[in-house]
């Protein structure tokens, strides 16, 4: 069965440090990746999506980035943090059909003081 | 631009009670329509896929409609419990590019 992994859980970050947060699928092969963003009163706020290994389109411009070096592994990571990138990420997955349902991971909360 | 709303952002009713959460949407054409349930602290979970062409479906005591002509889609709870208290998530899909639009969520509490 697919599985998928998030860490860490919980991250407290002084604004201006940088970001590295992970997610990783197993048990499927060659998904689509996603990373949401979910702030209180804004809902689930899709950041980038991957098709493939280095394939990232972006949607909201920011100071984020990601990266997927490898199929089940994808890495959301700033340079910079601000006060505003606080939140709940979530890591996502689908497989590559037009129904797309999404297999979300645990999530991170992140907080920026 | 797309907008997605759901009705409210909280619904409260009576265990055994049917909920209705509405999810009404402007300026897409999606070719399916997802809802997903998210507990507190966690990631949302998918529970039902209707598309374009369907007018209804049902999975146990969950049943969603689909009216493209209102651009609306109706998610119900027949014979509510305690246990479906949890914020329940719509998401308009469709096209080449495998992307979700989210609705901001309705909170449904479920009262014994």
């Known amino acids: 069965s697919q599985t998928i992994h998030q860490w860490p859980a919980t991250l407290v970050q002084p604004v201006g440090s940088p970001l590295s947060l992970e997610c990783t699928v197993e048990?499927?092969?060659?998904?689509?990746l996603y990373w949401y963003r979910q702030a209180a009163g804004r809902g689930l706020q899709l950041l980038f999506y991957?098709?493939?290994?280095?394939?990232i389109s972006s949607e909201v411009p920011q100071n984020l980035s990601a990266s997927r070096p490898q199929d089940r592994q994808f890495i959301l990571s700033s340079k910079k943090l601000l006060l505003s990138d606080s939140g709940f990420y979530l890591c996502?997955?689908?497989?590559?059909?037009?129904?797309?349902?999404?297999?979300f991971g645990p999530g991170t909360r992140l907080t920026v003081l | 631009s797309q907008k997605i709303e759901q009705n409210s952002e909280a619904l409260n009713i009576q265990e055994g009670k049917t909920a209705t959460l509405t999810c009404n949407y402007t300026?897409?054409?999606?070719?399916?329509l997802q809802w997903y349930r998210q507990d507190p602290g966690r990631g949302p979970v998918f529970l039902l896929l209707i598309r374009e062409n369907e007018k209804e479906k049902r999975k146990e005591r969950l049943k969603v409609t689909f009216d493209t002509t209102l651009k609306q889609s109706l998610f119900h709870i027949t014979a509510s419990q305690p246990a479906d208290s949890a914020t329940y998530l719509c998401?308009?899909?469709?096209?080449?590019?495998?992307?979700?639009?989210f609705g901001k969520g309705t909170l449904l509490t479920v009262n014994p």
């Open positions: 991957s098709v493939g290994i280095g394939q």
């Open positions: 300026n897409y054409s999606p070719a399916y």
């Open positions: 998401a308009l899909g469709g096209g080449s590019n495998y992307k979700l639009t």
């Open positions: 048990g499927t092969s060659n998904p689509n």
């Open positions: 996502a997955w689908s497989v590559r059909v037009s129904d797309n349902e999404q297999f």
